[in-house]
């Protein structure tokens, strides 16, 4: 027996309660089984059974033998002093308490369909891509749509543990902490760790500062990048060089090494110079960026913040002194705007929402969510094939935590989908 299980068990109440009696023979009936609790202390809150005549409401605790209670010290703990009912697998000791009172305690074993621990064996040893492969197609859709309404709120909360970490480094800025962000998922995949260096390595009131200015704010990023320590024959990165390092001097600023940027098996359009010189237009173009994501109306508002190209000299070159085959305007294309959207801007926009308590924001960045279209990648290939309901960006996100979070962890306990399938069949109870 497992005790996650056996809390399972009891949550959901997925035993024979007809006639159920406490170890000493007194009639039980359970009005509420209690609120879980993953924290330290009783494993079930604000319980209501009836024992006998008497009413009682309080916590509720669960372990496999009634042993566990004396093996994990409970009797020396003031907050297990006042425990309703003790439900256990297998009673082999009367728990007392120090008034000298016995701890009211139901036996579950032989009221547990032995069919719940074969469906739970078989999650758990299962070898495919999700535990419950075989069996998700016949779960209620209600269900799947329920569970992934539940972990796409889930999602957005994680990243606002990320997020408040940044705001209180930024000292509660939001625009900064936007900055922050969006220089992470500007380097993509690839980039990701160089970009949010960078960002780290300038403050957002230099930025302010020069934000008017495109030829100044490509010399500040591109200077700290370590693009612009070399000898060059062009103007313009002539004047970029100069432009840094009076900047540099004047902020004390020491740019990071070449090295840590990318450029290998990715198409020129990728290139980080490029994304850095469409991460500063988005900067020059939008005088206040984070105000104007909270006054968006709508997605394509939204988007259109976004539509960006990099400056004219990159029309013609995606590395300084290198001219491209082509002339050709580099634009942030729809689709990295959705990945920005998605994992950035929709997130801090949600918890801004949670920051001023604002409902209204909140579903703004859920509905924002519900106009991008889903992600393409081989974790939503699989999903579409076991047939989960995807049809956004809310989908694939709310998916994405769940096979991460909880199916590659075998976390069937906690989840909807999981619990669906471990309750027993109505002939089967």
Known sequence: MNEDLLHHVWNFQLFNSKGLKTTEGELV??????????????????????????????????????????????????AYSKIILHVVWEDDQPVIQKNGERVPTIELSGLVKKSIFDKFEILQNSRSWIPCESEIADVDE??????????????????????????????????????????????????????????????????????????QLLALFFGQADFLQTEFSGSFPLSLQKKYEFLASKYSLQPLQKDIWKFMRMRPSNFPTIRLAQFVSLFVKNSNLFQAIIEAKNINDLQMLFKVEAHSYFDTHYRFDVPASKNQTKCLGSASIDILLINAVIPVLFN??????????????????????????????????????ISSAFDSQALIQ????????????????????????????
């Open 142 to 215: 209600f269900v799947k749509i329920q569970t992934i309404e539940r972990k796409l709120v889930e999602r957005l909360e994680a990243k606002s543990n990320r997020l408040n970490q940044i705001l209180m480094l930024r000292k509660n800025d939001w625009e900064a902490t936007l900055y922050q962000l969006l220089a992470k998922y500007f380097g993509f995949k690839v980039n990701a760790v160089p970009f949010e260096l960078l960002a780290n390595s300038i403050g957002f009131n230099i930025i302010r500062k020069y934000r008017t200015s495109e030829e």
């Open 402 to 429: 769940l096979k991460n979070e909880d199916c590659s962890s075998k976390k069937c306990l906690t989840c909807a989908i999981g619990s669906s399938i471990l309750k027993p069949a109505i002939n089967d109870q």
């Open 352 to 389: 801004y929402g949670k920051h001023i308590a604002s409902e209204k924001i909140k579903s703004k960045a859920l509905e924002f969510l519900q106009a991008i279209t889903w992600e393409r990648n081989s974790i939503m290939k699989k999903w579409k094939k076991l047939g989960m309901p």
């Open 29 to 78: 009936a359970i009005i509420r089984s209690g609120a879980q609790n993953f924290d330290s202390g009783p494993d079930f809150f604000n319980g209501q059974v009836r024992i006998g005549t008497m009413l009682w409401v309080g916590n509720i605790e669960i372990h496999i033998k009634s042993s566990d209670w004396i093996k994990h010290k409970h009797q020396h703990d003031a």
